[in-house]
């Protein structure tokens, strides 16, 4: 489904969400900087948007993984244009089961991407397994408002205008009405932070975005004296 829409995949993201994506990953930076990371993993990566933020913090290497190759090649275009490739690769891999060694990472950021693991439990201990002893996880996903009349007019406007809207511009019957779908099944707020506890971490959070249209969440891996 990805590599079917991956042509139109970044101008539908900014398009769609009037811009404020780019806010959103922003944010998601700021939050691993207190680490000062020198090694960043961008899971679900997709066409490389938040691994190409990432680069504001100076690291010295930025990967990025997918499972999607035609998204993959997109990034790499792009990356390429940029002229950004000695420090981010990008590779095609399962983020459930990934292809880096143990505790390889200073931080970790996921834009978009965990809602739709098959195995959400299982995806967590990885994202734990490839962060160094007190890394930083920044994951950034959908989410639903609560408010009235924002939450009234974001049902509207995600079943109704972007499930059409994407289908025009992306050719793809599924992907636009796939989204709502996904975020609406996401267990989100306080429910995915306790999986984020029981993946492991500690000092778990979630920072509502823009309305609770998006969820920033941040965690920690303890080090060795459980900090």
Avoid at 102 to 112: I, P, R, Y
Avoid at 203 to 222: C, D, E, H, M, W
Wanted: net charge positive.
């Amino acid at each position: 489904m990805f590599d079917s829409i991956a042509f139109r995949y970044d101008f539908l993201n900014h398009f769609l969400s009037l811009g404020i994506d780019k806010v959103w990953r922003r944010k998601t930076v700021q939050q691993i900087a207190r680490n000062h990371p020198k090694t960043i993993l961008d899971v679900a990566t997709g066409t490389g948007d938040l691994a190409i933020a990432c680069l504001k913090l100076n690291p010295d290497a930025i990967k990025g993984i997918d499972l999607s190759a035609g998204m993959l090649q997109k990034g790499r275009e792009k990356i390429e244009k940029k002229k950004l490739s000695k420090k981010i690769k990008l590779v095609k891999g399962d983020s459930e089961k990934m292809p880096f060694s143990d505790k390889s990472f200073d931080a970790l950021t996921c834009g978009f991407g965990v809602r739709n693991f098959e195995n959400l439990e299982k995806g967590l201990f990885e994202f734990y397994r490839v962060l160094k002893p007190g890394g930083i996880a920044a994951i950034l996903e959908f989410s639903k408002p609560t408010a009235f009349p924002v939450k009234q007019m974001y049902y509207f406007y995600f079943k109704q205008i972007l499930p059409l809207t994407g289908k025009i511009f992306s050719k793809s019957d599924s992907a636009y009405s796939y989204l709502p779908e996904s975020v609406a099944a996401f267990p989100e707020g306080k429910d995915f932070t306790e999986k984020l506890d029981g993946a492991g971490f500690i000092q778990t959070s979630y920072n509502r975005l823009t309305f609770g249209i998006a969820t920033l969440y941040t965690a920690v891996k303890p080090d060795k004296r459980g900090n």
